[in-house]
């Protein structure tokens, strides 16, 4: 398990803020799109249960919202759209007459 460390700033009125961490590392955000797919595509976790999965076993704050993106916008291989299945040669071709 992988440790990942939280990096704050102060903000204009001396609270501290959590720097976008995801932004500065496109590996670790790619990392998170496929186990957000994993848990979601293969295991078939509703988004608030991978939500849940990646805060208690990883470590990972993601808002509903971003997951429901990065599953619409991403796709994973389990997930992608497959090809139509060739027309069977033994069906003909009918034609229908209009009237």
Not at 56 to 62: C, E, L, M, S, W
Request: hydrophobic share 35%; net charge positive.
């Amino acid at each position: 398990m992988s440790v990942i460390v939280v990096t704050v700033r102060p903000g204009r009125d001396g609270k501290l803020y959590q720097t976008p961490w995801l932004r500065a590392v496109p590996a670790e955000l790619n990392r998170v799109r496929w186990l957000t797919h994993r848990l979601h595509c293969q295991q078939g976790l509703s988004h608030r249960a991978v939500q849940r999965t990646l805060l208690d076993q990883h470590g990972i704050r993601r808002s509903t919202g971003v997951i429901a993106r990065d599953l619409a916008l991403f796709e994973c291989p389990s997930c992608a759209p497959q090809p139509p299945a060739p027309p069977d040669p033994a069906r003909k071709a009918r034609a229908y007459a209009w009237r």
